[in-house]
């Protein structure tokens, strides 16, 4: 299991953090396990970090225990109708770390997730990519994925979703390019563009 207690605290030593793994782990596998998730899950950490082992492979990711740890992080607080997701699980991160000299690039790496724009850190580009993955995935999980969005925007008149989820996929599908490594481009673009478009035809 990608989200075990025991690769958490692998990391966490890596890190030479202080305080209780232990607690941490298990405080945000309560997160990911919230009633008002459907998509910003377990599954979705999961699948991040198998993404980022293959990624890691490459040997091209200049520090990929920080961006493991802003993964683990990244989705910790998560209420679809709050706009402060990202800067609260960021603000997590810094209470896990506390004095340690990586707390601060950890939660700028999380702040990422919001914009999907890179600032200027060797790795940007690669959590980014790594969190937009989902996109390329096989189409039954695609059409799952955006069936879980819709879940955790039940709240939301339908004429409305149709509209505003329309605008945020074909913002994707207009982007030069949808991935930013050369390594996910040549993964994942490709399928990505076909299964963005499908989407966007069945909403």
């Given at each position: 299991?990608?989200?075990?207690?025991?690769?958490?605290?692998?990391?966490?030593?890596?890190?030479?953090?202080?305080?209780?793994?232990?607690?941490?782990?298990?405080?945000?596998?309560?997160?990911?396990?919230e009633?008002?998730?459907?998509y910003?899950?377990?599954?979705h950490?999961?699948?991040?970090?198998?993404?980022?082992?293959?990624?890691?492979?490459?040997?091209?990711?200049?520090?990929?225990?920080?961006?493991?740890?802003?993964?683990?992080f990244?989705?910790?607080?998560?209420?679809?109708?709050?706009?402060?997701?990202?800067?609260?699980?960021?603000?997590?991160?810094?209470?896990?770390?506390?004095?340690?000299?990586?707390?601060?690039?950890?939660?700028?790496?999380?702040?990422?997730?919001?914009?999907?724009?890179?600032?200027?850190?060797?790795?940007?580009?690669?959590?980014?990519?790594?969190?937009?993955?989902?996109?390329?995935?096989?189409?039954?999980?695609?059409?799952?994925?955006?069936?879980?969005?819709?879940?955790?925007?039940?709240?939301?008149?339908?004429?409305?979703?149709?509209?505003?989820?329309?605008?945020?996929?074909s913002?994707?599908?207009?982007?030069?390019?949808?991935?930013?490594?050369?390594?996910?481009?040549?993964?994942?673009?490709?399928?990505?563009?076909?299964?963005?478009?499908?989407?966007i035809?069945?909403?």
């Amino acid at each position: 299991m990608m989200t075990s207690k025991e690769r958490f605290e692998a990391l966490w030593r890596r890190l030479h953090l202080l305080g209780d793994a232990s607690a941490w782990h298990a405080r945000l596998l309560e997160c990911y396990s919230e009633p008002q998730r459907a998509y910003h899950t377990l599954q979705h950490l999961e699948e991040c970090l198998l993404i980022l082992d293959d990624a890691k492979a490459t040997r091209l990711i200049a520090k990929p225990d920080l961006i493991e740890m802003a993964l683990w992080f990244h989705d910790a607080v998560y209420d679809p109708q709050g706009s402060e997701n990202e800067a609260l699980s960021a603000q997590m991160a810094l209470e896990a770390f506390g004095d340690h000299p990586a707390a601060q690039e950890v939660a700028r790496l999380i702040m990422l997730t919001k914009s999907h724009q890179p600032e200027e850190g060797a790795d940007d580009a690669w959590i980014i990519d790594i969190d937009l993955a989902i996109f390329a995935q096989p189409i039954d999980r695609v059409q799952e994925y955006e069936r879980q969005i819709r879940q955790e925007y039940g709240w939301v008149p339908e004429a409305v979703y149709v509209e505003k989820r329309g605008e945020i996929l074909s913002g994707f599908l207009q982007r030069k390019q949808i991935y930013l490594t050369a390594w996910a481009r040549e993964r994942f673009e490709v399928r990505a563009r076909e299964n963005l478009s499908a989407l966007i035809d069945s909403i």
